[in-house]
């Protein structure tokens, strides 16, 4: 069952949203393959060209990688800076 989107906002951006929870949430961890275009089309009920976008906002993002021929990884989390300190 593909989730449910509210087609009064930008689809891509609420898939992009979804995708990014599932890394957040390790549901995708770092170094796993995330969805493919046909995928994401496939699960959410979109077209190809909004999966496309999808890709590209996550990789804009910093959130996953391409690798040619193979696919979209998560990506690395930057460490936080030395001397910066968490409260």
Not at 16 to 33: C, H, K, L, N, W
Not at 39 to 54: D, H, M, N, P, Y
């Amino acid at each position: 069952m593909s989730p449910e989107l509210d087609r009064t906002r930008p689809v891509w951006r609420q898939v992009a949203a979804a995708i990014t929870t599932r890394i957040a949430d390790g549901d995708y961890p770092v170094g796993a393959r995330v969805p493919s275009v046909v995928e994401l089309s496939t699960e959410f009920g979109i077209a190809a060209s909004t999966a496309q976008k999808v890709l590209s906002h996550l990789k804009a993002e910093g959130l996953v990688r391409a690798e040619v021929g193979l696919g979209s990884f998560v990506a690395e989390r930057p460490a936080a800076p030395s001397g910066e300190t968490k409260e």
